[in-house]
């Protein structure tokens, strides 16, 4: 490793200022810099022109240069496939070395070629994410070299379009960003109960009816339902066509949808449009976002000969669409209680000697996993597919904490880990006072410190990955979807591709924040809550007092505070110790700094309010 200026040539870059995410394996900072400029060629075989092109065209906005591609060169950027495959780097991992005069990348598999041309983009300054251009910039890139590779093949996020519906173009772009820290699966909730999102030719009723709903806003589960002559006007639904465009776009981006079908509950909107689907039979709307469950039948009916038709078509159809080895069906949250009483399901039941409707779940699935096998295609459900017995060959993603994924692991069964506790995005990221309203907590840290594999579990290859999920109930736009989305996905990503031995919070955090940086230039929304105040109400019993312990998620923030109803800031008391509460006080105010600036957000919250939390 070079360490010193040596001929004009500039000394190596601390490999901490690299701010690389996820981390890599091995970085070696090597002296000097490479300079992109319009004259650099990007040069790879014929075969994998196509990710030659695409990065060229991510440089052409920022810069300006037309960066041209050759198949043979010495100089300029480099992508190679390996003649003698390296089975350390297997089919996602790369090297890359730059040196003053080249950067050479290369790979077993294009999908490494992929991978360390992202890794190259972060090298570039953040101006490099602009997509105006951007005058008079220096492009140069740390001379390093790098050896890389994942720990998990399964690196995911969810979008639920159902809740809120976004067009092609923005989950194009949520597909984009995932790509760029090497995640490589994108799971796309199409279906539930306030809105079907697929278009299935042979049944044009799911998007007619079920894709549209009354337009509401407000609290999720507290809005109105629709009126009995109100239109139905919020939504809308991807055509075969505009699928079959976001699944090429992901694909050369080396990521895999996951299209999901929930049943056999979450299928109100599908009841929506064929009601003769439901055990009641009743005409229901799609919902709204008003509070319905057990009171509305939301479940397909297993009884019904109907309902295994119906499916047939929706699963022919998805797995013709879609190129990925997996069909997720759901299986969650299914309210059986309308089955008990459903004649059509009791015979089943008698039929098929099941004990209880648990088992008719059970059935139903294995129903479904004929289905998609028939199809060319395995399946994949969330743990409560486990309940009453798992189909043969069912693949379990463990959502319900880790327990659901070890007992399928257990099984011999493939497992995605994505435990509430560790991957919800749509849960709190901060403290509720100062955050859009929602529901539990899920910290940055938290998702930092998540390991997909459980001691328990002792074949780990059955743990294919983890993957983080976004439910949109209480997110109505792309922009608050990006919001809940980053940066708590950087650290899923780090926690799905780099080694465990690698990660480190302390590490992790200044990175983050240069990624702030790059954010600002694309123009991604992102959370910066995690410099916000923690409030920690302490319980004095003799006294039967509260008292306020402070702390922060980033640590070296300076916590500024005030009781007597003015703004903080950092001529305001400092905090050092766990404070008391001044007679006549009724709001804590406060205030996070960095080297004398503000980074956090005010946060006000009444001393009832903190005595509540207390339990006084």
Known sequence: MVLLNVAGIKAAAPINELNLIPQPVKIE??????????????????????????????????????????????????????????????????TLHVTPAKISIVANKPAGLFYGMQTLMQLLP?????????????????????????????????????????????????????????????????????????????????????????PRVGLWWTRPPQAENEAATDGGFYTQEDIKEIVKYAQSRFVTILPEIDVPGHSLAALAAYPEL??????????????????????????????????????EEVAGLFPGQFIHIGGDECFKGFWKDCKKCQKRMADEKLQNVEELQSYFIRRMEGMVKANGKKLM????????????????????????????????????????????????????????????????????????????????SLILGGQGNLWTESVPTYRHAEYMTWPRAFALSEVFWSQKASMNWDSFVPRMEAHFGRYDMAQVNY???????????????????????????????????????????????????????PVGADHLRVLTYRNNKPVGKTMTITIKDLEKRAGL
């Open 527 to 581: 959370a910066r809550s995690a410099y916000d105040a923690v409030i920690k109400p302490v319980k004095d019993t003799v006294n039967k007092k509260v008292r306020v312990a402070l702390d922060t998620e980033i640590k070296k923030l300076d916590i500024y505070y005030t009781f007597d109803n003015t703004f903080p800031d950092n001529f305001s008391p400092k905090y050092k110790d766990t404070l008391s509460v």
């Open 126 to 214: 953040k101006e490099i994410e602009s997509p105006l251009l951007i005058k008079n910039k220096s492009w140069s890139v740390p001379c390093v070299k790098i050896t890389d590779y994942p720990r998990f093949g399964w690196r995911g996020l969810m979008l639920d379009v159902s809740r809120h519906y976004f067009p092609k173009e923005m989950v194009k772009k949520y597909i984009n960003q995932l790509a760029k820290y090497k995640m490589n699966v994108f799971h796309w909730h199409l279906t539930d109960d306030q809105g079907w999102r697929i278009e299935i030719k042979s049944l044009p009723k799911l998007t007619e009816i079920g894709a549209w709903r009354a």
């Open 29 to 94: 900072a090597l002296a000097g810099t490479f300079k992109l400029n319009s004259s650099t060629k990007l040069i790879s075989s014929s075969s994998n022109k196509e990710i030659a092109e695409l990065f060229a065209a991510m440089f052409k906005a920022p810069t300006g240069f037309n960066l041209q591609h050759a198949l043979s060169g010495s100089t300029g950027i480099q992508l190679s496939i390996s003649r003698t495959p390296n089975a350390l780097l297997g089919n996602e991992g790369y």
């Open 278 to 315: 439901s055990c009641t039979g009743k005409a229901y709307k799609v919902n709204v976002g008003n509070l319905f469950y057990t009171i509305d039948d939301n479940a397909l009916c297993p009884g019904n000969d109907q309902t295994y038709d119906f499916m047939q078509k929706v699963i």
């Open 381 to 460: 459900g969330w743990d409560e597919i486990l309940e009453g017995g798992l189909a043969p060959d069912a693949n379990v993603m463990s959502w319900r904490g880790m327990g659901g994924g070890i007992a399928a692991a257990k099984m011999n069964r493939q497992v995605v880990m994505t435990p509430t506790a560790h991957c919800y995005l749509d849960l709190y990221q901060g403290d509720p006072i100062s955050e859009p309203p929602t529901y539990s907590m899920l910290t940055l840290s938290n998702c930092y410190n998540f390991d997909p594999v459980p001691p328990e579990v002792t074949d780990k």
